[in-house]
């Protein structure tokens, strides 16, 4: 039966279970409340990447103390009074506990490889934007070459399409990187987007499709009669209402907690991104994997994306972390020191402490649903969580398989 579903969020997740809504046959409403440039599904490196591993893990948990204090280390937590951060820290560290992650390394691997295939219409549609390229893991030390072995051995026994090269079999294969590049990890079954021009087609194609996407448009509350809800209101006071809710506003569905009467214990991880001009870029896309920045070449510019910092949920670039990019990708290609910085951004990662998305149906409420908790992982597991969502709002439960996803385990 079709439902009036109303959509509070137009990044990659709202815009891609709009879609999928629609091809179901449901009325869609999408409201955001920016322009669709600059969120996190706009300044993302771009890399749909079946496989990637959760943010907590073993190696994490041991280097957590000194990315506490280490301004200069890829993850940073500077110290804050916030009991918000404290509580999320101690069930991060928890989830960094080996059986928890292979419980998660599990389920977001079959959840990617669905979302690997769903993503091949969309690669058909709009080619400006994805490019099955595949891309590289680089590596330049030797601790880096162990790490990639490992990487290689636990995804090829997960099922995915992955080659170890070295050193004069890896440049032939790659120009533009530096000799002291000793080895690198082809992800075959990757996709490299262009994020910016993705999202921009998503909201076209919604509106082609006949849904209707309000920018713009912030939603304040979340009104419910009992058990249903039954409408948004927005900044301007105006009400809209609508047969069921799709809460997937990223890191802001945390403000909507309180209307919905649930938990959503996550923490915002700025990331931040830096486009440079190029004579001559390098010809792939690489995860470099010492520094934790991702390349990602545009044409004539190139994308250097990376850091995570949980710093709260604030726009504030600090210029020190957005030099270490530029900073740590010269090791691996010096020349990009002469190349002409365009554009600065930053952006925020929402984040679970247990390392999984938070997606379903919100407990106790019969027609409110959340999609969010994405992580480093959006733009790879957006179509497969559409996919799961719209299932959820058609009445059917999630998969046994994905229950470690369900919003409900933080009833
Ligand atoms: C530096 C960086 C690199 C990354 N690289 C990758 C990558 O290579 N591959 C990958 O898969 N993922 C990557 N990610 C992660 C990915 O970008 C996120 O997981 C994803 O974009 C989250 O999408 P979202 O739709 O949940 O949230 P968002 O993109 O944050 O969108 C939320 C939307 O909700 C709107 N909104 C908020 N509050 C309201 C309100 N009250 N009313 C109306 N609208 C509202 C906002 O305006 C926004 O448009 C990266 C992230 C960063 C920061």
Same mark, same amino acid.
């Given at each position: 039966m079709s439902k009036r579903i109303i959509i509070i969020g137009g990044g990659i997740i709202g815009l891609l279970s709009g879609r999928e809504l629609l091809r179901r046959g449901h009325v869609v409403t999408l409201l955001d409340g920016g322009t669709l440039r600059g969120s996190a599904s706009t300044g993302n490196a771009g890399m749909i990447s079946p496989g990637h591993p959760p943010i907590p893990t073993p190696e994490v948990a041991q280097q957590a103390i000194r990315m506490m204090l280490d301004?200069?280390?890829?993850l940073y937590i500077p110290p804050r009074p916030s009991l918000s951060l404290l509580s999320w820290l101690l069930a991060f560290r928890r989830a960094c506990r080996p059986a928890h992650y292979s419980m998660v390394s599990t389920v977001l691997d079959r959840f990617s490889l669905r979302s690997r295939e769903l993503f091949d219409p969309l690669l058909q549609e709009v080619p400006e934007a994805l490019e099955a390229t595949g891309f590289w893991q680089l590596v330049r030390t030797p601790e880096g070459l162990e790490h990639l072995v490992e990487e290689r051995d636990r995804l090829e026994s997960a099922g995915f399409d992955v080659e170890l090269k070295k050193g004069d079999a890896l440049h032939a294969e790659i120009?533009?990187?530096?000799?002291?590049?000793?080895a690198g990890l082809v992800h075959r079954s990757g996709i490299v987007a262009r994020p910016d021009d993705l999202l921009l087609h998503l909201a076209d194609r919604l509106e082609a499709a006949g849904g209707q996407l309000r920018t713009g448009t912030k939603v304040t509350r979340i009104h419910r009669t009992g058990q249903a809800f039954d409408s948004v209101e927005l900044d301007s006071g105006e009400r809209i209402e609508g047969d069921a809710l799709l809460v997937? !506003?990223?890191?802001?569905?945390?403000?909507?907690a309180k209307d919905l009467d649930i938990r959503i214990p996550m923490q915002a991880a700025k990331g931040y991104h830096v486009m440079l001009e190029m004579d001559?870029?390098?010809d792939a896309a690489a995860v470099l994997q010492e520094a934790c920045v991702v390349v990602n070449p545009m044409g004539h510019q190139v994308r250097l994306a990376g850091t995570l910092e949980l710093s709260g949920i604030n726009d504030r670039m600090v210029r020190r972390r957005l030099d270490m990019l530029a900073e740590a990708t010269r090791s691996y290609?010096?020349?990009?020191?002469d190349a002409r910085r365009v554009s600065e951004w930053n952006g925020l990662r929402p984040c679970t402490a247990d390392g999984l998305p938070a997606i379903g149906n919100v407990p106790g409420m019969s027609n409110a649903f959340v999609a969010t908790?994405? !992580?480093?992982?959006g733009v790879t597991l957006g179509p497969a969580t559409a996919e799961m969502i719209t299932d959820c709002i058609d009445g059917r439960a999630i998969p046994d398989w994905a229950e470690p996803m369900n919003i409900a385990r933080y009833r």
């Open positions: 301004r200069r280390s890829p120009s533009g990187w530096d000799e002291d590049v000793q997937a !506003a990223g890191i802001w569905t945390t403000q909507f001559d870029p390098p290609m010096a020349r990009v020191e908790g994405h !992580a480093m992982m």
